[in-house]
């Protein structure tokens, strides 16, 4: 069964300084990755995504994130966090273009400090 | 807006009373979920519909009731909830297709407290 890891609660970062939040992943077949970032009391909203291609994926927001098959990781980061990037982001995956849902990671809160 | 719209933003409800969430997809997606996020938990997905089949029921207590009348309209029919089930339910909708190339689309949700 698919499963996806977000080993940090929290991250803390200092403003101008870059930051990464941790995503490993668990598929039988070939990953289909996602970021989705959550404002307070709001939906998800999408952030980027891996399905093929380039092991390093540009998203909203200045935010990229890389593919790493033998680690089974798809990090997320930025290169100077603002404070407005401070929300709960979500790592997600399907292991197959049949499979009508998405797992979602317990999510991780994002602290940037001014 | 996202073009996912879940109405009522906000609900406030006692044990014993009958309400409903609705959400309205504006995307022409053949999809629509059901999450519930509740404080300090995953994500939890509740149901899905693909082309207005019910396609998953994680278990969910039956005191909550989907229905799905179109690939617009989702609706949660709540009855007899527990405070326990006070929690933020997302709406989302996809456009499910062969190559995997899709993700989600996320109302604002529904802020519930069971009183």
């Known amino acids: 069964a698919q499963s996806v890891a977000q080993p940090e609660d929290q991250v803390n970062v200092a403003e101008g300084n870059p930051l990464t939040v941790k995503c490993t992943y668990s598929v039988s077949g070939n990953p289909y990755l996602f970021w989705y970032v959550q404002y307070p009391n709001r939906g998800l909203q999408f952030l980027l995504k891996?399905?093929?291609?380039?092991?390093l994926v540009k998203g909203s927001y200045g935010f990229e994130a890389e593919f790493n098959k033998s680690q089974t990781s798809f990090h997320l980061k930025k290169p100077s966090a603002l404070v407005s990037d401070s929300a709960l982001y979500f790592c997600a995956v399907r292991d197959s273009p049949r499979d009508d849902k998405i797992i979602f990671g317990k999510g991780t809160r994002l602290h940037i400090l001014p | 807006e996202t073009g996912v719209t879940q109405t009522p933003r906000h609900l406030v409800m006692g044990m014993t009373n009958k309400k409903s969430l609705k959400c309205e997809q504006h995307?022409?997606?053949?999809?629509m979920y059901w999450y519930k996020q509740s404080a300090k938990k995953p994500l939890e997905l509740m149901f899905v519909?693909?082309?207005?089949?019910?396609?998953e029921n994680n278990s969910v207590p039956s005191r909550f009731s989907p229905e799905c009348p179109n690939s617009s309209h989702l609706f949660l029919h709540l009855h007899t909830l527990q405070p326990e089930d006070s929690a933020l339910y997302l709406c989302a909708s996809s456009q499910v297709s062969p190559t995997g190339d899709w993700g989600y689309t996320f109302g604002s949700g529904t802020r519930l407290t069971v009183v």
């Open positions: 519909y693909n082309f207005k089949e019910q396609t």
């Open positions: 891996y399905i093929t291609g380039d092991n």
């Open positions: 995307l022409g997606h053949n999809a």
